[in-house]
């Protein structure tokens, strides 16, 4: 526990010092993205219910912090208000689409959500008219970042000579907010609704049976999953200062479920483990993939950007065919499928 | 009126492309239970691959739409052993794994294809040759391209084709037997694994026709056209009844429909509020509504939950 603690301490410094303080940014996803899944883990690992559009929810968290902390409404509420009521909010969009829709069968819930997360997406892009209330395509900018002990997060702090940057800074509130979702998470699946889930992913006829309330559980876990999600926006849009819809897309939705299976469904190391490496190799290729080539060949062959999301696709394929539990599966998973 | 029928008649072109496309959902669904989410990139395979014979062939003095049937050809071909292929690698293995894992292959392959696709032919659109009669007529105020009837006519032919396969043939026959029960069709001496091939080969037949289809009717191919159309026809497969043919058909047609009367009268039904833009909102909005008052879709059969 004690290294883990001294090595999250410590890794930005050392990768700022080492990588430039980018590689620190890419880490600053890191945590919001392993937040991310681990939201969603809830609602796919834990209750088994897919949903291909969790963005959504990241969406409504990130657009309530953007409306309420920028010049676009002259609205600067704290973020420390405005995170609640991003989770509470969130939280309401997961149990409106999951009332509807929870009595559906896997695959049909797979599409509504899908085509929830679209709706969402199209009337962001949209709402600009006739009353101009998301700005459309153009997004809302220069959001107010975080404001900590009466210090702008984004500028600078110097301590005892030592400058710590702004990425750095966010960087230690967002694993504190990830270790605290990290926590949240492990208590949940221990507890008495946890296990109900669990029940429910494995045979809702028989949870049933033992007396579950399967459509109230089902919700719970919906509306949890969302809400983990408007936190995690409204921290993207603090971190960003800027939102559009274009960040909200359905690539984004599928990009965090295949943290969570590649990982390892319903196993939260595991899901960690894939919101690490599916933020930061992607990053490491995109940056990668030129200087190689230019040295292998003497010249850029392929397109770094399409090499990057071919082998991102030949990944997913390949892990799967030789590991369909995720690279870090629970053991009772693993028991099972050894069978 | 006029606006109406014009509507009716873009959005019956659109739906009969759709239905095809959807097809393809619907009978591997049918049979294995996964969505076959690379399914649109196949699609948009086969309407690039075939603009590429179509270029090599404008000039050479044969008559168009001999021209686009070579086209048409190749397409189905490239497209046939790309879907028998993506079935052998990507889904085969995986038949007993955990439900999600296919799905996560099926994502894999789409992004595979879709970048593959964006190395061979590049960002930018395809204008597509005008090699079919584009003549327009008018009726009753509204007009139609002969384009269109040709979309609408050959859809129709193919899916009717399609039925006969499946309800009279001894192929259809084992297919369906399979979809009911892989284990006990087995036992029957139906060979499963070349069946589930076939039901592959012959739903990226389909997507290919579809392909070319829409790439005649817009006038317009690119690489990135897949994966918004998969999901419509996946939408009207599960509007229809995930795994049922007639579903599919009857599912695409009202979806374009629904989609072009949406597009076309929004603006009017909430005073201006919203426009057009909202077409895609429309399409997904009757799907949930669909499947809220009749889960199982709108042919679909009444499916109880196994213990």
Not at chain 1, 205 to 221: F, S
Not at chain 2, 10 to 17: A, F, K, Q, R, V
Not at chain 2, 20 to 26: F, S
Not at chain 2, 80 to 93: H, K, N, Q, S, W
């Amino acid at each position: 526990m004690g290294l883990i603690a001294v090595a999250l301490a410590i890794a930005p410094l050392v990768i700022g010092a080492s990588l430039g303080n980018a590689w620190v940014r890419v880490l600053d996803f890191a945590a919001l993205y392993i937040m991310l899944a681990l939201g969603l883990n809830i609602v796919v690992g834990f209750a088994g219910l897919l949903d291909l559009g969790y963005i959504a929810f990241y969406a409504v968290g990130a657009y309530l912090y953007a409306l309420l902390a920028s010049p676009h409404f002259g609205l600067h509420w704290p973020i420390w208000a405005v995170l609640p009521l991003g989770a509470l909010v969130a939280g309401m969009f997961g149990i409106l689409l999951g009332a509807p829709t929870l009595r559906l069968r896997g695959d049909y819930l797979a599409i509504v959500t899908l085509g929830f997360g679209e709706i969402i997406r199209i009337f962001l892009n949209n709402l600009n008219a006739p009353i101009n209330i998301t700005n459309g395509p153009k997004g809302i900018a220069r959001i107010d970042p975080i404001m900590l002990f009466g210090h702008q997060l984004s500028k600078p702090v110097d301590i005892g000579g030592f400058s710590i940057s702004g990425v750095m800074l966010y960087y230690y509130v967002f694993v504190i907010m990830a270790l605290a979702v990290v926590f949240v998470g492990i208590r949940l699946q221990d507890s008495r609704i946890g296990r109900a889930w669990v029940a429910i992913r494995e045979d809702e006829v028989a949870a049933k049976a033992c007396g579950i309330n399967t459509r109230n559980v089902k919700l719970l876990a919906f509306a949890m999953g969302a809400s983990f999600g408007g936190i995690a926006g409204g921290l993207f849009a603090s971190f960003q200062e800027f939102v559009s819809p274009e960040s909200f897309g359905l690539m984004e939705s599928i990009m965090v479920l295949c943290m969570v299976v590649l990982g390892g469904m319903g196993h939260i190391p595991g899901v960690i483990l894939g919101g690490l490496m599916l933020t930061i190799l992607p990053e490491a290729f995109r940056q990668g993939a030129g200087p190689v080539q230019h040295a292998m060949f003497g010249k850029v062959l392929l397109d770094p950007e399409a090499l990057r999301m071919l082998l991102f696709g030949l990944a997913l394929i390949a892990v799967m065919l030789y590991r369909p539990a995720g690279l870090w599966p629970e053991p009772r998973h693993r028991r099972e499928l050894g069978r | 009126m006029d606006i109406f029928l014009q509507q009716l008649i873009n959005g019956l072109t659109l739906g009969s492309i759709y239905a095809l496309v959807a097809l393809g959902y619907t009978m591997v669904y049918g049979i294995l239970g996964l969505i076959n989410f690379a399914h649109g990139e196949v699609v948009m395979i086969g309407a690039l691959s075939s603009l590429t014979i179509i270029r090599l062939l404008a000039d050479s003095g044969l008559p168009g739409p001999v021209v686009v049937l070579i086209g048409l050809v190749f397409a189905v071909v490239v497209c046939m052993a790309l879907g028998f292929t993506i079935e052998r690698v990507a889904y085969r293995p995986l038949r007993n794994a955990p439900r999600l894992a296919p799905l996560i292959t099926a994502i894999g392959v789409s992004i595979v294809l879709q970048q593959l696709a964006m190395l061979i032919w590049g960002r930018s659109y395809h204008s597509v040759p005008e090699l079919l009669p584009a003549d327009r007529h008018e009726i009753f105020g509204a007009s139609y391209t002969e384009i269109q009837v040709i979309i609408v006519v050959v859809a129709a032919v193919t899916m009717a084709g399609l039925m006969l396969l499946v309800s009279r043939t001894r192929l259809g026959r084992a297919m369906r037997a399979t979809a009911e029960n892989p284990a006990i069709a087995g036992l029957m001496g139906v060979d499963a694994n070349r069946i589930i091939s076939l039901t592959f080969i012959i739903g990226s037949g389909l997507a290919a026709l579809a392909g070319v289809l829409i790439s005649a009717n817009y006038g317009i191919a690119h690489y990135n056209m897949g994966f918004i159309l998969g999901l419509k026809a996946f939408t009207a497969a599960v509007l229809g009844g995930i795994g049922n043919l007639a579903g599919a058909m009857v599912g695409g047609v009202l979806l374009g429909v629904i989609e072009a009367l949406g597009a076309g009268y929004i603006g009017d039904l909430s005073g201006g509020i919203f426009g057009s833009a909202y077409q895609d909102v429309f399409a997904f909005f009757v799907l949930i509504t669909v499947l809220v008052f009749r889960p199982s879709g709108l042919m679909g059969e009444k499916v109880s939950e196994r213990a």
